[in-house]
């Protein structure tokens, strides 16, 4: 077992475990959302569970991307970028849209009012908004949790051009201009397909990219971050305590500006950090099943995205008004077990019918050539 762990330390299997707990905690704030269950003094658990984990979450998952970054031709890099994110952001973008329509006509009973619902959310993932947006004088509903992954192609592609066209040293100093430029421009206007989302995190792939190359997760300890990610929440949680709001990236909003985006690029480097060093320490049952459910996160993101998006959740929420707690539970549990039960459905297909490979394809074109030719 030591001989497998050394193995996980030393490549991106490293953030399984961290992967596995922020797909749980991502499905749970987006469920508890739905229900006010006070703390006292007006505090409600959604709104803690946004506060400590919303902003230093993402850029987390973020800096793990990052982790893989390499410097490539652009062309090469947009290729890539498109063949990884492209055929799960349209198959959810159908399914989302095609499930919307159903439950909507099932719950409301008019096609009309089905098909117009649906058709901004379409618009949604076509146009790539992370939020919902007026374009023209008609409002278009957001593409749900998937601006998480067009965020970070763009990102990538960001980076990519930005290692292209400056000499290393330069490079610090043009990804922060890059992260202020993504700040400004969601001040203006939303850009569409997550634009000014995906310069702003570019700060985040880059710290990511630099763990990697400095092998700061394969150092027995980083004296220097714990202390500076606590400064980092300090002045997190006084400007959001002065201000009364909380970062929100999908709305392209920072309490602190772009002071904010680097504050958070800390505190997900220690996140990240610290659930690398318990993946390399702890080994049992349940973080071998957290690391299996971080291995399915990008199906775990597009299933999520397809239920959080086409179900009506808060005609579900309505109905446990009186006990939130009931709710919030009976409902992370439906969302789970329909998550898990898709997953496995998934795996179960690609058994049954395995993925063309290259190789496949051009043969079964060869073939199919070389029956033409007989037939002519």
Same mark, same amino acid.
């Given at each position: 077992?030591?001989?497998?762990?050394?193995?996980?330390?030393?490549?991106? &299997?490293?953030?399984?475990?961290?992967?596995?707990?922020?797909?749980?905690?991502?499905?749970?704030?987006?469920?508890?959302?739905?229900?006010? $269950?006070?703390?006292?003094?007006? =505090?409600?658990?959604?709104?803690?569970? $946004?506060?400590?984990?919303?902003?230093?979450?993402?850029?987390?998952?973020?800096?793990?991307?990052?982790?893989?970054?390499?410097?490539?031709?652009?062309?090469?890099?947009?290729?890539?970028?498109?063949?990884?994110?492209?055929?799960?952001?349209?198959?959810?973008?159908?399914?989302?849209?095609?499930?919307?329509?159903?439950?909507?006509?099932?719950?409301?009973?008019? +096609?009309?009012?089905?098909?117009?619902?649906?058709?901004?959310?379409?618009?949604?993932?076509?146009?790539?908004?992370?939020?919902?947006?007026? @374009?023209?004088?008609?409002?278009?509903?957001?593409? &749900?949790?998937? %601006?998480?992954?067009?965020?970070?192609?763009?990102?990538?592609?960001? =980076?990519?051009?930005?290692?292209?066209?400056?000499?290393?040293?330069?490079?610090?100093?043009?990804?922060?201009?890059?992260?202020?430029?993504? +700040?400004?421009?969601?001040?203006?206007?939303?850009?569409?397909?997550?634009?000014?989302?995906?310069?702003?995190?570019?700060?985040? =792939? @880059?710290?990511?990219?630099?763990?990697?190359?400095?092998?700061?997760?394969?150092?027995?300890?980083?004296?220097?971050?714990?202390?500076?990610?606590?400064?980092?929440?300090?002045?997190?949680?006084?400007?959001?305590?002065?201000?009364?709001?909380?970062?929100?990236?999908?709305?392209?909003? %920072?309490?602190?500006?772009?002071?904010?985006?680097?504050?958070?690029?800390?505190?997900?480097?220690?996140?990240?950090?610290?659930?690398?060093?318990?993946?390399?320490?702890?080994?049992?049952?349940?973080?071998?099943?957290?690391?299996?459910?971080?291995?399915?996160?990008?199906?775990?993101?597009?299933?999520?995205?397809?239920?959080?998006?086409?179900?009506? %959740?808060?005609?579900?929420?309505?109905?446990?008004?009186?006990?939130?707690?009931? &709710?919030?539970?009976?409902? *992370?549990?439906?969302?789970?077990?329909?998550?898990?039960?898709?997953?496995?459905?998934?795996? =179960?297909?690609?058994?049954?019918?395995?993925?063309?490979?290259?190789?496949?394809?051009?043969?079964?074109?060869?073939?199919?050539?070389?029956? *033409?030719?007989?037939?002519?």
């Amino acid at each position: 077992m030591k001989g497998t762990k050394t193995r996980t330390v030393n490549s991106l &299997g490293m953030f399984d475990l961290f992967k596995g707990i922020g797909m749980a905690t991502v499905i749970f704030v987006h469920t508890a959302e739905a229900y006010s $269950l006070n703390l006292g003094s007006g =505090l409600s658990v959604s709104s803690f569970l $946004l506060f400590i984990y919303r902003e230093a979450l993402m850029s987390a998952f973020y800096i793990a991307s990052g982790f893989g970054f390499r410097k490539r031709s652009v062309g090469k890099c947009v290729q890539q970028q498109l063949r990884g994110i492209l055929p799960p952001f349209l198959y959810t973008a159908l399914a989302t849209s095609g499930f919307h329509l159903i439950l909507h006509h099932y719950c409301f009973g008019s +096609w009309p009012a089905a098909i117009s619902e649906s058709q901004k959310v379409l618009a949604g993932f076509l146009l790539g908004l992370p939020h919902t947006s007026t @374009y023209f004088g008609f409002s278009i509903f957001s593409c &749900g949790p998937m %601006w998480y992954l067009l965020t970070m192609a763009v990102g990538w592609i960001i =980076l990519d051009i930005l290692f292209n066209a400056f000499p290393e040293r330069y490079i610090p100093c043009a990804v922060a201009v890059t992260a202020i430029l993504g +700040w400004g421009t969601c001040l203006v206007w939303e850009l569409p397909f997550c634009l000014s989302q995906g310069m702003a995190v570019v700060p985040y =792939l @880059y710290i990511g990219h630099i763990a990697k190359k400095r092998r700061w997760f394969d150092q027995p300890r980083l004296t220097w971050l714990f202390p500076s990610a606590m400064v980092c929440m300090v002045i997190s949680a006084v400007g959001a305590l002065v201000s009364g709001t909380t970062d929100n990236m999908s709305m392209g909003e %920072w309490t602190l500006g772009p002071v904010g985006i680097f504050i958070n690029g800390i505190i997900g480097l220690w996140i990240v950090n610290l659930f690398v060093r318990l993946s390399a320490r702890s080994e049992n049952f349940l973080t071998h099943f957290l690391e299996a459910v971080g291995r399915r996160s990008l199906n775990i993101f597009c299933l999520h995205t397809v239920e959080l998006t086409a179900v009506p %959740w808060y005609l579900y929420a309505a109905q446990f008004a009186s006990s939130p707690i009931v &709710g919030l539970l009976s409902q *992370y549990a439906i969302r789970c077990s329909f998550i898990a039960l898709s997953c496995v459905l998934l795996e =179960l297909r690609k058994r049954i019918v395995p993925p063309r490979t290259k190789k496949a394809r051009m043969e079964r074109s060869r073939a199919r050539f070389q029956r *033409y030719v007989a037939r002519h």
